[in-house]
Structures are given as C-alpha cells and as structure tokens.
C-alpha cells in the first residue's frame, strides 16, 4: 500500500469513527432501549428518601414530585408512585401532571407526546412501551423505592 492510500484509509477510518454516533437520527419509529434501569450499574434499584429532608420536601404534599436516581417519584392521590424517569419513544425525561394524575413525556414536539398512566402503561403514543415501575414502602418518613 502506498503512503497516500494510506493516510486516504486513515482519514476515512478515523471520520467513521468520530462521526458515527451523529449518522443516527432521531425518527418517528425510533425508540430508547431500556430507560428503566434507574441511572444504576445493572439497573439495581434500591434506595431511601428521608421525606423531612427539605431536598424531599416536594413529595410531602399530594400532588408533589421529583427525580432521584433516575427514577420520578410522585406523592399521588392513590399514594407514592416510582416510575423510570424517561420516555420510551426518545428518552426526555417524563413529568408527574398532578391535575390529570398522569405522567407525561417532556418532548411535546410534533410526534412526540407520550403519556403514561400511574402504572406507567402507555396510554397515548408514539411510545412503544411502558415505562418500568418500581415498588415505594412508606415507613414514617423514609420512603424505600426498589425493584
């Protein structure tokens, strides 16, 4: 191989490399893998709010909600509810709609949108799947979110 193909092969290589990661584009179809791993090595989740932190204060009120770990905790009127905090279709984070007692996707653009019960079932799309619930045990003011 001559030198000039040389640095020819190189420079494409090396502009695959760094400029693979731009060629995927966001599509209507797209969607996040796996957002309900929490922000957690091997998506283990197991952890404790101390609510009368003032950092906690939000969820000491009906209607209250905040992210921790990945995960969006919701002092809702059927009780505290932890769901993974991103959509399904894109991944942008998810937020508690205390008024209709839902989450919703923060993408409202165009074919975006998603909603999620408090279950985290799809209730209106274009996300693909449910978004991962993850068991809340109240005990005083220590509230336990795990998988």
Do not use: W
């Not at 494409?12 to 957002?35: E, H, I, N, Y």
């Amino acid at each position: 191989m001559r030198r000039k193909e040389f640095f020819t092969a190189l420079s494409v290589s090396a502009g695959t490399v760094m400029f693979a990661p731009f060629l995927v584009s966001c599509s209507k179809g797209s969607s996040v893998a796996d957002p309900g791993t929490g922000g957690t090595p091997g998506g283990t989740v197991d952890f404790t709010l101390d609510l009368s932190l003032p950092a906690n204060a939000a969820l000491m009120t009906v209607g209250g909600s905040l992210v921790n770990n990945g995960i969006i905790i919701a002092n809702t009127t059927s009780g505290y509810v932890a769901l993974a905090n991103l959509c399904t279709h894109q991944g942008s984070p998810v937020l508690y709609d205390s008024v209709n007692n839902r989450f919703n996707c923060s993408n409202t653009g165009s074919g975006h949108g998603s909603q999620y019960s408090l279950n985290g079932a799809v209730t209106a799309g274009p996300a693909p799947k449910a978004l991962k619930l993850y068991n809340t045990s109240l005990a005083g003011t220590k509230l336990r979110v795990f998988a």
